[in-house]
T-cell receptor, first 115, second 110 residues
């Protein structure tokens, strides 16, 4: 299958600082990328959907100004957690797909810890 | 918006038995239904998917059924093996979004 690479895999930051997470599709052009937050052992909560060259569509309850998403090219999307707080500590995972309603490939995820 | 409910949250079976996981979705316009398997510490991987114009799809020990009228779909794993132990997610997609169910932790006991 196609490869999606996410970096960093782990990051620890101080409260109040910002953190950027990258999601790259290595061998295909991703017209759509998804950002999820995954809770311990379980559910993938969709945060936002981004399409290359357009603004991300955020799910209800997700703060746009806090979770900045940029999808500037067909192979790269970034999630920036701004002014991070301890409650933002979580596992963030991206996925990407080439066409609508086809297989979405996942990155390896990023464990964010805010201290 | 779309909402996907998945049951059960945990499932324990004996090796060789069958396992069934069920999902319901809310948006009748959803037309693509993938199932993902996530092993501990690894990323989710697609195991099977089905589109709304098909009622059933099978791939070796894994099958998925879709009932569009009732808006539910199910994953069936036959002859389970210990390596089938993982968290399984169903999802529904309509156009842009891909919404996941809450996940089912499957444990296959040898």
């Amino acid at each position: 299958g196609a490869v999606v690479s996410q970096h960093p895999s782990r990051v620890i930051c101080k409260s109040g600082t910002s953190v950027k997470i990258e999601c790259r599709s290595l061998d295909f052009q991703a017209t759509t990328m998804f950002w999820y937050r995954q809770f311990p052992k379980k559910s993938l909560m969709l945060m936002a959907t981004s399409n290359e060259g357009s603004k991300a569509t955020y799910e209800q309850g997700v703060e746009k100004d806090k979770f900045l998403i940029n999808h500037a090219s067909l192979t790269l999307s970034t999630l920036t957690v701004t002014s991070a707080h301890p409650e933002d500590s979580s596992f963030y995972i991206c996925s990407a797909r080439q066409e609508v309603d086809t297989e979405a490939f996942f990155g390896q995820g990023t464990r964010l810890t805010v201290v | 918006g779309e909402n996907v409910e998945q049951h059960p949250s945990t499932l324990s079976v004996q090796e060789g038995d069958s396992a069934v996981i069920k999902c319901t979705y809310s948006d009748s316009a959803s037309n693509y239904f993938p199932w993902y398997k996530q092993e501990l510490g690894k990323r989710p991987q697609l195991i099977i998917d089905i589109r709304s114009n098909v009622g059933e799809k099978k791939d070796q020990r894994i099958a998925v059924t879709l009932n569009k009228t009732a808006k539910h779909f199910s994953l069936h794993i036959t002859e389970t093996q210990p390596e089938d132990s993982a968290v399984y997610f169903c999802a529904a997609s309509k156009g842009g979004k891909l919404i996941f169910g809450q996940g089912t932790e499957l444990s296959v006991k040898p």
